[in-house]
């Protein structure tokens, strides 16, 4: 079976899998949601009823709601609505929304993917989607649901459901998320109901249901966070993550938006702390990064370099919000400031023993290496392009961070071979790995590939000498940013990595023949030669990041039509 993949009217069949997190049947999806520590609201709880309750509402599927026409088209940003679960009180029967949209032979023709998401916009809502049909939909009732058969602590989703889902996995914020690319023509039903669990194990109920989220559809599996500058794009690309700060973590890491060396090493730090990275003017706190920190409701800011990159005013700043202190993490240089980064990372928590080393002047190579390092807190370290820095030498001779490994990103015109020589007599050859390509969209697809272990087929990497070092990424959801400039691929890197997915860079205007080759290129690049043809799993929900003059529309676009799970 395939999926169909295409880019401005090429179309190329792709073998495909299921993707085991958002479109696996129910029977296999049972296990949900599994120690979220979350503040637990008594079951008895009401809010106020949204829009489409007036009337006879949309609480059964007889009354669903009509979104046929709702949907968003490839490239375009999701729909969305504002609902709200208005009872959380299992003797009440509790709050279900539903909707219902038509899908035709046209549809089943172009192989359209669908995506329903919703998203809390309330930090005691987590709601499920089920999805029904065709034409027939006989849904069990939540109370005989309960708690899930194979894990304690997660909800039941119904097995009746063609698909299901309670997480969605780009979201610390709590959300669900189906994909579907349908087979047959006919109605489909989905229910968003609140999640729900025996409470305590013992007498079953909803949990954390009343309140508000957002409904959003769309067709196709991209939707574009950006804002009108660097730093609200960051902010926007926050907000997709996060409800508040963590309960366990309440930080935030801050960087200038104008610099990527600090911002970039800060990958490390953000994944320990499982928290976002944000990016500011350099000169003062720009108003939208103190507006989230707010809404974030974190307690302690990590600020990244020295005065020169960020002011004291920026740190008079943070430390002027209500709760919030700012600690200044840097160096003399931006050498060293990667260098304290890491090790502040090591001293909070635990840090992989495998380094990324990239050259300390140009970033295209580098930033491939965010989510890597979000996602296994690996230190990135900073170095001059012909010899190896001193300090990076002493950090991987010091026993402060316990690197066994180093993991050089890009060629030889970033990292010379003298450099990797040292490298190799620090370590030894088996413990130094280069990846790179021939230019730095290839380099990107190359780490990509290295980083998801497609090429190995495991959920470890690493290198000769370490051959599982690091926890792989996932290859079916991606992050596009921009290789022409840094600032979103940084703060959409730690994303990606909190989440377990690769960052793919792209020229602006055209998709890199790296990322999906079309049949018409003269160049050496074709399908299988790409990121798609490297594995047979599809792309499913994924993200790009920036506005349209850091990624077209049509880059954006033709990603977008080549996404979607497999049939059903």
Not at 376 to 397: F, M
Request: charged share 15%.
């Amino acid at each position: 079976m395939g999926r169909t993949r295409g880019a401005k009217g090429i179309r190329v069949v792709l073998a495909v899998v299921f993707s085991m997190a958002l479109t696996l049947p129910t029977a296999a999806l049972a296990a949900g949601r599994v120690g979220a520590s979350w503040i637990v609201r008594p079951l008895a709880v009401s809010a106020t009823p949204d829009a489409f309750e007036a009337g006879a509402g949309d609480d059964v599927a007889g009354d669903a709601r009509v979104v046929t026409d709702l949907f968003s088209y490839f490239g375009q940003q999701p729909y969305t609505e504002e609902h709200t679960f208005d009872i959380a009180n299992d003797s009440d029967g509790g709050d279900e929304d539903w909707i219902r949209f038509v899908i035709t032979d046209r549809a089943i023709d172009f192989a359209q993917s669908y995506l329903i998401e919703a998203v809390s916009s309330d930090p005691f809502v987590d709601p499920v989607i089920e999805l029904y049909g065709p034409d027939v939909v006989s849904a069990t009732d939540p109370t005989l649901l309960g708690e899930s058969s194979i894990l304690a602590s997660s909800t039941e989703l119904d097995p009746r459901a063609l698909v299901a889902g309670d997480d969605g996995l780009w979201f610390d914020k709590r959300g669900a998320s189906v994909s579907l690319v349908p087979t047959e023509p006919g109605t489909y039903w989905a229910r968003i109901r609140p999640y729900y669990q025996y409470a305590g194990g013992v007498d079953p109920g909803y949990r954390d249901g009343a309140g508000a989220y957002t409904l959003r559809l769309k067709i196709g599996q991209m939707t574009r966070l950006a804002g009108p500058t660097r730093i609200d794009t960051a902010v926007q690309i926050s907000q997709e993550r996060f409800a508040s700060a963590g309960p366990d973590s309440r930080t935030a890491v801050v960087a200038s938006a104008y610099a990527f060396p600090d911002a970039l090493a800060g990958s490390t730090l953000a994944g320990v702390l499982d928290a976002p990275i944000l990016l500011t003017s350099g000169t003062s706190l720009s108003p939208a990064v103190a507006a989230e920190l707010t809404r974030l409701a974190v307690n302690k800011v990590y600020l990244l370099g020295g005065s020169a990159a960020v002011s004291n005013d920026v740190f008079v700043g943070i430390n002027a919000l209500p709760g919030v202190s700012a600690e200044r993490v840097w160096g003399a240089s931006r050498v060293q400031t990667a260098e304290r980064i890491a090790n502040k990372a090591a001293e909070i928590g635990d840090t992989a023993p495998v380094a990324f080393v990239v050259n300390s002047q140009s970033f295209p190579d580098a930033l491939s290496a965010a989510p890597m390092a979000a996602f296994n807190g690996a230190p990135v370290l900073l170095t001059g392009k012909e010899e190896l820095d001193p300090w990076v030498s002493s950090a991987i001779q010091g026993t402060a961070l316990g690197i066994t490994d180093v993991v050089i990103v890009g060629g030889t015109a970033a990292i010379s071979e003298d450099a990797q020589v040292t490298l190799t007599e620090l370590l030894g050859p088996s413990h130094v790995l280069r990846l790179a390509g021939d230019s730095r969209y290839e380099t990107s697809k190359n780490f990509a590939v290295w980083a998801t272990g497609a090429n190995v087929g495991d959920t470890f990497v690493g290198t000769q000498g370490s051959p599982s070092a690091l926890g792989s990424l996932d290859f079916n959801r991606i992050g596009i940013a921009s290789g022409e400039n840094f600032p979103d691929a940084l703060a959409g890197g730690v994303f990606c990595g909190l989440s377990r997915a690769p960052i793919l860079l792209t020229p602006a205007v055209r998709v890199s023949p790296y990322i999906f080759a079309d049949y018409d290129l003269v160049d050496t690049v074709y399908p299988g030669d790409d990121y798609l043809g490297t594995s047979d799993l599809a792309i499913v929900q994924s993200f790009a990041f920036g506005g349209t003059a850091a990624i077209t529309h049509d880059v954006v676009l033709s990603i977008d039509v080549i996404t979607g799970p497999i049939p059903y």
